[in-house]
């Protein structure tokens, strides 16, 4: 049988070699003075992993005392890889958690509050947070991650093919009517070696969510005791984004490289998250631009998720005032941490004339007030694999909408009810 600490092992596999992964918090002598070493963990593998690295290199130059040590993974791994540790007693002392997986760690008692930090002498102001982002970070009254930033989906503009049909892109759609005469005009456009489109679908759970939202859907009742998926309003907006395929002009989803085409210039609107745009950037043949999604249903909504910084529970006094002092930092100074491709989530750096200059990011924030996470549930990957089939079922038109829905609303409610009878319960409307 595999020993607990060989299960823990086996699980992280190849960060066994990343210096005092494994090991609990270390303090080090330099130069005549003590220092604590702090183990970060992240799945910013990305351009935002190199701009993390420059914010943890000058952390550690200003505080010499403190020396901090990131470790990237994939996120596609970093959760299993997360839990795994904390249930083996080695996570490390800071941790990111995306704010739809925060409820899952909470319970475990692998995080902990913040609010003790937060209030004291040096902490943070509370007030400059956006209390809908500063919210969706609690459970039981109590906040367990500081948001350092919400990327929110907005809508990726090509400008010259607005011009080309002859829509002025510093104006882009904003409602249904103006959104589908793009759509109209780019598909009338001469025919190329490639289909060109107004629109397309990229990521599925996050544009079906928003669809769902706008038109004033949810997924569970008040309680979070019912899983209410196949509702109206989330039928209504499903069958809103499967009628531009129906009327050809659309493509649907498996019939074309979303995000590609858009790079390529094919598309001329696309809704996709803000840390997309480090694509972009890189990229000097597209004249592209940022705005807000346009509204559909009747509600102002956008999916949104936030990178939380996390702590340990657990850690001794000194071990935590200095992951507190690192979690500060990165706080205070996420205004770099948005030119790599993000949303502050501090009203005082959102208002920032430095800000204003980061165009797209700048144009995403307006949706700062209406953006909807996902519901906090402890099976929320559970969850989101049940949501997201159903929107592509829809999209790709393998079912009607009260089907597909209906099914994975079943689904849930099963979850929902072996956790209810393992003992498991909790969490809350986003």
């Given at each position: 049988?595999?020993?607990?600490?060989?299960?823990?092992l086996?699980?992280?596999?190849?960060?066994?070699?990343?210096p005092?992964?494994?090991?609990?918090?270390?303090?080090?002598?330099?130069g005549?003075?003590k220092?604590t070493t702090i183990?970060f963990?992240?799945g910013?593998?990305?351009?935002?992993?190199r701009?993390?690295?420059?914010?943890v290199?000058?952390?550690?130059?200003?505080?010499?005392?403190v020396?901090?040590?990131?470790?990237r993974?994939?996120?596609?791994?970093?959760?299993?890889k997360?839990?795994?540790?904390g249930?083996?007693?080695?996570a490390?002392?800071?941790?990111v958690?995306?704010?739809r997986?925060?409820?899952?760690?909470?319970?475990a008692?692998?995080?902990?509050?913040?609010?003790?930090?937060?209030?004291?002498?040096?902490?943070?102001?509370?007030?400059?947070?956006?209390?809908?982002?500063w919210?969706?970070t609690?459970?039981?009254?109590?906040?367990?991650?500081?948001?350092?930033?919400?990327?929110?989906m907005?809508?990726?503009?090509?400008r010259?093919?607005?011009?080309e049909?002859?829509?002025?892109?510093?104006?882009?759609?904003?409602n249904?009517a103006e959104?589908?005469?793009?759509?109209?005009?780019?598909?009338?456009?001469?025919?190329?070696?490639?289909?060109?489109?107004g629109?397309?679908?990229t990521?599925?759970?996050?544009?079906?969510?928003?669809?769902?939202r706008?038109?004033?859907?949810?997924?569970?009742s008040?309680?979070m005791?019912?899983?209410?998926?196949?509702?109206?309003?989330?039928?209504?907006?499903?069958?809103?984004?499967?009628?531009l395929?129906?009327?050809?002009?659309?493509p649907?989803?498996?019939?074309?490289?979303?995000?590609?085409?858009?790079?390529?210039?094919?598309?001329?609107?696309?809704?996709?998250?803000?840390?997309?745009l480090?694509?972009?950037?890189?990229q000097?043949?597209?004249?592209?631009g940022?705005?807000?999604?346009?509204q559909?249903?009747?509600?102002?909504?956008v999916?949104?998720?936030?990178?939380?910084?996390?702590?340990?529970?657990?850690?001794?006094?000194?071990?935590?005032?200095?992951?507190?002092?690192?979690?500060?930092?990165?706080?205070?100074?996420?205004?770099?941490?948005?030119l790599?491709?993000?949303?502050?989530t501090?009203?005082s750096?959102?208002?920032?004339p430095?800000?204003?200059?980061?165009?797209?990011?700048?144009?995403?924030?307006?949706q700062?007030?209406?953006?909807?996470?996902?519901?906090?549930v402890?099976?929320?990957f559970?969850?989101?694999?049940?949501?997201?089939?159903?929107?592509?079922?829809?999209?790709?038109g393998?079912?009607?909408?009260?089907?597909?829905?209906?099914?994975?609303?079943?689904?849930?409610?099963?979850i929902?009810e072996?956790q209810?009878?393992q003992?498991?319960?909790?969490?809350?409307?986003?």
């Amino acid at each position: 049988m595999m020993t607990p600490r060989r299960a823990v092992l086996t699980a992280l596999g190849g960060l066994i070699a990343a210096p005092g992964l494994l090991s609990g918090c270390s303090s080090n002598v330099i130069g005549g003075r003590k220092q604590t070493t702090i183990r970060f963990w992240n799945g910013f593998t990305g351009p935002d992993g190199r701009t993390m690295l420059g914010l943890v290199r000058k952390f550690n130059e200003e505080n010499p005392d403190v020396h901090v040590v990131m470790q990237r993974m994939d996120w596609g791994t970093f959760y299993n890889k997360l839990f795994v540790a904390g249930l083996g007693g080695r996570a490390p002392e800071c941790f990111v958690l995306h704010t739809r997986a925060m409820l899952r760690f909470a319970l475990a008692g692998f995080a902990t509050p913040l609010d003790t930090f937060v209030a004291s002498e040096n902490g943070l102001p509370e007030a400059d947070f956006e209390p809908g982002v500063w919210d969706a970070t609690t459970y039981k009254s109590e906040h367990f991650g500081i948001p350092l930033d919400v990327h929110a989906m907005g809508m990726y503009t090509n400008r010259a093919l607005l011009k080309e049909v002859d829509w002025n892109p510093d104006t882009p759609p904003v409602n249904t009517a103006e959104f589908i005469d793009v759509c109209k005009r780019v598909r009338k456009l001469p025919k190329q070696e490639s289909e060109r489109y107004g629109f397309v679908f990229t990521n599925l759970e996050t544009n079906g969510y928003t669809l769902i939202r706008q038109f004033a859907g949810n997924v569970f009742s008040p309680d979070m005791q019912t899983c209410i998926l196949n509702s109206p309003e989330n039928q209504n907006g499903l069958m809103f984004g499967r009628s531009l395929i129906d009327d050809a002009l659309v493509p649907s989803p498996e019939n074309f490289d979303a995000w590609i085409g858009f790079r390529q210039g094919r598309v001329a609107m696309a809704f996709e998250g803000i840390y997309m745009l480090a694509d972009l950037q890189r990229q000097k043949d597209l004249d592209y631009g940022g705005a807000p999604v346009p509204q559909f249903g009747n509600t102002k909504a956008v999916w949104a998720d936030s990178h939380n910084l996390c702590m340990r529970r657990g850690l001794d006094a000194p071990t935590a005032a200095a992951t507190w002092r690192f979690m500060r930092f990165l706080s205070n100074n996420s205004l770099d941490w948005a030119l790599g491709g993000q949303i502050p989530t501090r009203v005082s750096q959102l208002e920032s004339p430095e800000f204003a200059k980061m165009e797209v990011q700048a144009q995403f924030a307006k949706q700062v007030k209406i953006v909807k996470y996902h519901p906090k549930v402890p099976f929320i990957f559970e969850y989101l694999t049940e949501f997201t089939l159903a929107v592509e079922k829809i999209l790709r038109g393998r079912e009607k909408a009260p089907t597909a829905l209906k099914t994975a609303e079943d689904n849930i409610n099963r979850i929902i009810e072996r956790q209810r009878k393992q003992g498991v319960s909790g969490g809350d409307q986003a």
